[in-house]
């Protein structure tokens, strides 16, 4: 690795230093093709983050693709009812790595304003590994373009080897996860053990 | 030295073939070094809509347009023959008029047979 200092002065000089990693993290932070796919009334703003009135292009992630093979990032974006959660499951299982999760809004983060209902899953986290909530009912676009820049973020601190490299290139991790069945009650099963682990809530004496 | 005239053309034949291979092989070395491959029951399924793929991709489609397609392709091979008759159609002599013209006799009875039996009916 070179020195922060040294890199400074070279790229003074126009000489430009980088790593593998580097440049690895770059071409994909600034590519990030999302999955064209939306659940509820945040998709909506998820398309005008699209528009040209936001422009999502301006982060290089406009790429919506209609297919979970050319997608890098799931934008969870509405109320997951525990009807759709097989298939929101499914559709990551089919994106091929790397790939991250955006949960946009209050439903995908929680369930929401549905969190008593019956029919609504209470957190998209509970099936599948979410990289950045945005809360909001429903965020504005700018929340999205936040989350996604709080993304791009997180991708460019990730590291290629060592024990702290990210699930993708672990060779042990899944890239699939259970998909649950529809059950008499409640989804079979009603969350991932092995993946979510909520902190206990403390109420305030 | 003296250049062969088409020496061009495998230069580019080389430079296409580098083009392809060199993504492909970077593309193995990467999953050999960091990310390996994984593949997975779910990521292979032929749908891509999230519900579940009933079969498989190798659907059998109908037959009805096939002798359709047969007839028509026969019937467009033989059209190519009649555009030199039509421009040549002044200065013929008897002799090749009447050898089209039985050759065209042979095409429309091969369509009277084919529509006899059926062929042009979509069943």
Same mark, same amino acid.
């Given at each position: ?37 939306g659940l509820a009334c945040c998709a ?32 969870v974006a509405g109320t997951v009812t525990k009807k759709m959660a097989p298939m929101v499951v ?13 949960a946009m809004g209050a439903c995908a983060i929680s369930g929401g304003p549905f969190k008593r209902g019956y029919n609504v899953l209470k957190g998209i986290d509970r099936y599948i590994?979410v990289?950045?909530y945005?809360p909001g009912c429903p ?41 649950p069945?529809y059950g008499?009650y409640d989804l079979d099963p009603p969350k991932n053990?092995?993946?979510w682990?909520p ?7 | ?5 088409? @020496?061009? &053309? =495998?230069? &580019?034949?080389?430079? =296409? ?6 993504? &492909? @092989? ?19 399924? $032929? ?11 190798? $659907? ?8 359709? =397609? ?9 059209? @190519? ?16 008029? $009447? ?11 091969? &369509? ?12």
């Amino acid at each position: 690795m070179v020195e922060e200092g040294l890199r400074n002065e070279l790229s003074r000089q126009n000489i430009f230093l980088t790593s593998i990693q580097e440049l690895y993290n770059w071409g994909r932070r600034n590519s990030l093709w999302p999955l064209n796919f939306g659940l509820a009334c945040c998709a909506i703003e998820m398309i005008a983050a699209s528009m040209a009135r936001f422009d999502i292009a301006r982060f290089g992630a406009e790429v919506f693709r209609p297919s979970p093979r050319q997608a890098d990032l799931m934008i969870v974006a509405g109320t997951v009812t525990k009807k759709m959660a097989p298939m929101v499951v499914r559709l990551y299982n089919q994106m091929p790595e790397p790939k991250y999760v955006i949960a946009m809004g209050a439903c995908a983060i929680s369930g929401g304003p549905f969190k008593r209902g019956y029919n609504v899953l209470k957190g998209i986290d509970r099936y599948i590994p979410v990289d950045v909530y945005i809360p909001g009912c429903p965020p504005r676009p700018e929340a999205l373009l936040h989350g996604l820049i709080t993304l791009q973020r997180k991708i460019a601190g990730e590291r290629l080897t060592g024990p702290e490299r990210p699930r993708h290139l672990r060779e042990l991790e899944p890239s699939e996860y259970p998909i649950p069945a529809y059950g008499p009650y409640d989804l079979d099963p009603p969350k991932n053990t092995e993946l979510w682990h909520p902190k206990p809530f403390v109420r305030d004496a | 030295m003296e250049e062969h005239p088409y @020496l061009f &053309l =495998a230069v &580019l034949a080389g430079t =296409a073939l580098v083009f392809c291979l060199t993504p &492909l @092989l970077i593309a193995r070395a990467w999953a050999a070094v960091f990310n390996a491959a994984k593949p997975g029951e779910v990521k292979q399924q $032929v749908y891509e809509c999230g519900v579940e793929a009933k079969g498989d991709s190798w $659907v059998r489609f109908h037959v009805g347009y096939y002798r359709y =397609a047969i007839v028509f392709l026969v019937l467009d091979v033989e059209a @190519l023959f009649l555009l030199p008759f039509a421009v040549a159609f002044g200065g013929l002599s008897w002799g090749a008029s $009447v050898v089209i013209l039985l050759f065209l006799l042979l095409a429309v009875e091969g &369509l009277v047979w084919a529509w006899k039996r059926g062929a042009l009916e979509w069943a």
